[in-house]
């Protein structure tokens, strides 16, 4: 059995092409913390509420908040992207 340490630099090394591509590739960035406030929002979410009444719920939440997290990477206002989500333009964020 490997130490945790090991096992990080056997992954290290066996994804070294994609662990590095953000030298070779500018538009790739250095880290993931984009992607990890989006999962924080849903466990604050899930403090303050203490948790989602249904699973439904809990899907509706997730499905608009996606919508939102994607309308703001692209640069497009959440109040926009809902108004025309609601118009039937929901593939705005994606022009």
């Known amino acids: ?10 992954r290290l090394v066996n994804y070294k092409a994609s662990v590095c591509l953000f030298i ?3 538009c790739v960035p250095f880290d993931n913390n984009l992607a990890e406030r989006d999962l924080r929002m849903i466990k604050v979410k899930t403090k303050v509420s203490g ?15 996606s919508y939102i997290g994607t309308a703001h990477k692209h640069g ?3 109040f926009t992207a809902i108004r025309e989500a609601l118009l039937g333009n929901s593939d705005i964020i994606f022009n």
């Open 1 to 10: 059995k490997k130490t945790k340490v090991l096992n990080l630099i056997d």
């Open 24 to 26: 070779k590739n500018l």
């Open 51 to 65: 948790c989602f009444r249904s699973e439904e719920g809990a899907q509706e939440y997730l499905t608009i908040m």
């Open 76 to 78: 497009i206002n959440a």
